[in-house]
């Protein structure tokens, strides 16, 4: 894959200090200096000789301390330094010599994972703009490449689901699994990988109620956080909240976001991953539990502006608007933009995820999202985009009826139970799953639907929210900053 092609081409295998010169901003597009890390070394963006030497000259010259730097060419950085460091410069055309590179980056989507899977198996000059277009469609983009590269990263997927440690371990299998779920889709491949969702059922089961103490100057870890941490790290700023999208669907969108620099983390979302509870925390900076009305939406915007009000923001310095048409005026600093087009998608779609990847591809093209973040750049504003909750596909085990629930939500995912419910004839009937109330009321019981069910027509294939797999809960955290 790509990363390790770059690893291998850097001699990284031989040497503990690395600089590479990377014009062309493949590590912003592809993050392969993530595989540095899994080989040990510690990334390093140069900016500036003394910032360098005083955080990393040490390190530098110990000969254990495995080291990457990446840099442009129009940065000077010493002789001195230079000579300690391996360099090598990370571009198209060094990496691919036997290909026409002017046709490699007319192709604005290219996948350069498959492409290395490929290339490494090719041995003929393909410079010619003809052949290197022949190559691509005919031995990048084929089923039988594309399979290989499922069965690799399914691999992966498997590999680092024996070897969880952290929360972070499951960020990373979300990506991988994302990668999985879109290409599939895209090439029409049956791939499963609902057996992650099982394993991450396990692991919320577990560990959820301990996130909360979790802290990370990447992402704001749980949504309920983010306010603080957007505060924390922007002056002036603007949340876009996507209703409903998933990581699946903020690899589509994302395509639209191709002239705009941004650093792509992720956030858990609230469980239930039900609008009404997630995106008021994501709003609020509170849990479930602390909601004015969790089940509801309308104190919505009553939760957010109290939320920036308690962090100083005066009632002119904050901002709160629905649709991608939003403005603020020049005295808000704290906004906040509700866009709910994913979430009626998902609720409208009956073709599961080869549906969503239509219809996503379709908003994405119109390049609305993409659009409205530079205008709020434009205007100084820090953007952060996110969701309240992801998506998942599900098959109906029939309409619930007379369960004496007395507390119900538009989820087909979820139940909360008062009183004298039947929980357990519940939890035997539907094999639904009992909710350990983490940060939620507990005056209340929780039942979840086990992975792929619904509360649907019997066999009925649909795409909703509302339970614990890691469609639903792992959202993506995307941060935009403005450039003055």
Same mark, same amino acid.
């Given at each position: 894959?790509?990363?390790?092609?770059?690893?291998?081409?850097?001699?990284?295998?031989?040497?503990?200090?690395?600089?590479?010169?990377?014009?062309?901003?493949?590590?912003?597009?592809?993050?392969?200096?993530?595989?540095?890390?899994?080989?040990?070394?510690?990334?390093?963006?140069?900016? /500036? $000789? +003394?910032?360098? %030497?005083?955080?990393? *000259?040490?390190?530098?010259?110990? !000969?254990? #301390?495995?080291?990457?730097?990446? &840099?442009?060419?129009?940065?000077?950085?010493?002789?001195?330094?230079?000579?300690?460091?391996?360099?090598?410069?990370?571009?198209?055309?060094?990496?691919?010599?036997?290909?026409?590179?002017?046709?490699?980056?007319?192709?604005?989507?290219?996948?350069?994972?498959?492409?290395?899977?490929?290339?490494?198996?090719?041995? /003929? $000059? +393909?410079?010619? %703009?003809?052949?290197? *277009?022949?190559?691509?469609?005919? !031995?990048? #983009?084929?089923?039988?490449?594309? &399979?290989?590269?499922?069965?690799?990263?399914?691999?992966?997927?498997?590999?680092?689901?024996?070897?969880?440690?952290?929360?972070?371990?499951?960020?990373?299998?979300?990506?991988?699994?994302?990668?999985?779920?879109?290409?599939?889709?895209?090439?029409?491949?049956?791939?499963?990988?609902?057996?992650?969702?099982?394993?991450?059922?396990?692991?919320?089961?577990?560990?959820?109620?301990?996130?909360?103490?979790?802290?990370?100057?990447?992402?704001?870890?749980?949504?309920?956080?983010?306010?603080?941490?957007?505060?924390?790290?922007?002056?002036?700023?603007?949340?876009?909240?996507?209703?409903?999208?998933?990581?699946?669907?903020?690899?589509?969108?994302?395509?639209?976001?191709?002239?705009?620099?941004?650093?792509?983390?992720?956030?858990?979302?609230?469980?239930?991953?039900?609008?009404?509870?997630?995106?008021?925390?994501?709003?609020?900076?509170?849990?479930?539990?602390?909601?004015?009305?969790?089940?509801?939406?309308?104190?919505?915007?009553?939760?957010?502006?109290?939320?920036?009000?308690?962090?100083?923001?005066?009632?002119?310095?904050?901002?709160?608007?629905?649709?991608?048409?939003?403005?603020?005026?020049?005295?808000?600093?704290?906004?906040?933009?509700?866009?709910?087009?994913?979430?009626?998608?998902?609720?409208?779609?009956?073709?599961?995820?080869?549906?969503?990847?239509?219809?996503?591809?379709?908003?994405?093209?119109?390049?609305?999202?993409?659009?409205?973040?530079?205008?709020?750049?434009?205007?100084?504003?820090?953007?952060?985009?996110?969701?309240?909750?992801?998506?998942?596909?599900?098959?109906?085990?029939?309409?619930?009826?007379?369960?004496?629930?007395?507390?119900?939500?538009?989820?087909?995912?979820?139940?909360?139970?008062?009183?004298?419910?039947?929980?357990?004839?519940?939890?035997?009937?539907?094999?639904?799953?009992?909710?350990?109330?983490?940060?939620?009321?507990?005056?209340?019981?929780?039942?979840?639907?086990?992975?792929?069910?619904?509360?649907?027509?019997?066999?009925?294939?649909?795409?909703?929210?509302?339970?614990?797999?890691?469609?639903?809960?792992?959202?993506?955290?995307?941060?935009?900053?403005?450039?003055?």
């Amino acid at each position: 894959m790509f990363g390790d092609y770059v690893l291998k081409q850097a001699a990284a295998e031989y040497n503990n200090r690395i600089l590479l010169i990377d014009d062309e901003g493949l590590d912003e597009a592809t993050h392969y200096s993530a595989d540095f890390q899994a080989h040990g070394f510690e990334v390093v963006h140069y900016t /500036d $000789d +003394l910032t360098f %030497r005083i955080e990393y *000259e040490n390190k530098l010259k110990s !000969k254990k #301390d495995k080291l990457l730097v990446l &840099a442009h060419s129009n940065i000077y950085i010493p002789y001195d330094v230079q000579r300690r460091l391996r360099a090598y410069i990370v571009s198209m055309d060094r990496l691919f010599p036997m290909l026409n590179i002017e046709v490699l980056k007319s192709y604005q989507n290219l996948d350069l994972d498959l492409l290395c899977i490929a290339y490494i198996k090719n041995f /003929d $000059d +393909l410079h010619q %703009r003809e052949q290197t *277009e022949k190559f691509i469609q005919e !031995k990048v #983009d084929s089923p039988e490449n594309v &399979a290989m590269y499922l069965e690799q990263l399914n691999a992966e997927l498997q590999q680092k689901q024996e070897q969880v440690k952290t929360y972070r371990d499951w960020f990373a299998i979300a990506e991988i699994k994302v990668k999985i779920d879109t290409l599939a889709a895209e090439h029409r491949l049956d791939f499963d990988t609902s057996a992650v969702n099982r394993a991450f059922k396990d692991y919320v089961l577990e560990q959820f109620g301990k996130l909360s103490s979790e802290m990370s100057r990447e992402t704001p870890v749980l949504v309920s956080c983010a306010m603080d941490y957007m505060h924390d790290h922007s002056s002036k700023f603007v949340i876009i909240v996507m209703d409903g999208m998933s990581e699946f669907d903020w690899k589509i969108i994302s395509k639209s976001f191709q002239d705009i620099h941004y650093e792509q983390t992720a956030a858990f979302a609230m469980i239930p991953s039900i609008t009404a509870i997630s995106r008021q925390c994501l709003l609020s900076n509170k849990t479930p539990g602390q909601l004015l009305e969790p089940w509801k939406q309308s104190k919505e915007k009553k939760e957010f502006v109290a939320c920036a009000k308690s962090m100083g923001y005066t009632d002119n310095q904050i901002g709160y608007e629905r649709g991608y048409e939003a403005q603020f005026g020049s005295f808000v600093r704290c906004g906040a933009v509700i866009i709910n087009d994913v979430d009626v998608l998902v609720h409208a779609q009956h073709q599961g995820r080869l549906g969503m990847l239509n219809d996503i591809g379709v908003l994405s093209d119109q390049h609305k999202l993409a659009d409205m973040t530079q205008r709020f750049l434009s205007e100084s504003f820090d953007v952060y985009i996110t969701a309240d909750h992801g998506n998942t596909p599900c098959t109906g085990i029939g309409k619930l009826i007379g369960t004496g629930v007395e507390i119900e939500t538009k989820s087909h995912r979820m139940l909360v139970l008062q009183n004298f419910a039947d929980k357990s004839g519940l939890i035997q009937k539907y094999g639904m799953i009992e909710y350990p109330k983490y940060y939620l009321n507990k005056d209340f019981d929780y039942l979840i639907c086990d992975v792929g069910d619904s509360f649907d027509a019997k066999g009925e294939e649909v795409m909703t929210h509302g339970g614990i797999s890691i469609d639903e809960v792992i959202v993506p955290f995307i941060k935009i900053k403005a450039v003055k």
